[in-house]
């Protein structure tokens, strides 16, 4: 099992930058795949990016360009940078590990793009 704690968000203009942190309970070196996921109101958890611990990555096709998903394995965090923020990518993002077939979630931390 694997606990994980997501922190960064917050209230922020468009066009600026926030960082999300997502800390797990454990080593993250063995997670084969960690990943975040957004949620807006009304809308379905959609993934927004992943890494794999062979630190391959991919992104939805709406943040390519502007966010950047990275690991720390020593830290056993994980990173979401956002760039270029859009009021569109208001949402709750949740960090997601993959252990075993089994999906692991954090709380959530709410960004909210506005002016």
């Known amino acids: 099992q694997v606990q994980l704690v997501e922190s960064g968000g917050g209230l922020v203009q468009p066009g600026g930058s926030l960082r999300l942190s997502c800390a797990a309970s454990?080593?993250?070196?063995?997670?084969?795949?960690m990943g975040w996921y957004r949620q807006a109101p009304g809308n379905q958890r959609d993934l927004v990016a992943r890494i794999t611990s062979g630190v391959s990555t991919n992104y939805a096709d709406s943040v390519k360009g502007r966010f950047t998903i990275s690991r720390d394995n020593a830290k056993n965090t994980v990173y979401l940078q956002m760039n270029s923020l859009k009021p569109e990518d208001t949402a709750v993002y949740y960090c997601?590990?993959?252990?075993?077939?089994?999906?692991?979630w954090g709380k959530g931390t709410l960004v909210t793009v506005s002016s």
């Open positions: 997601n590990a993959v252990m075993n077939y089994i999906n692991y």
């Open positions: 454990r080593s993250i070196f063995s997670i084969s795949s």
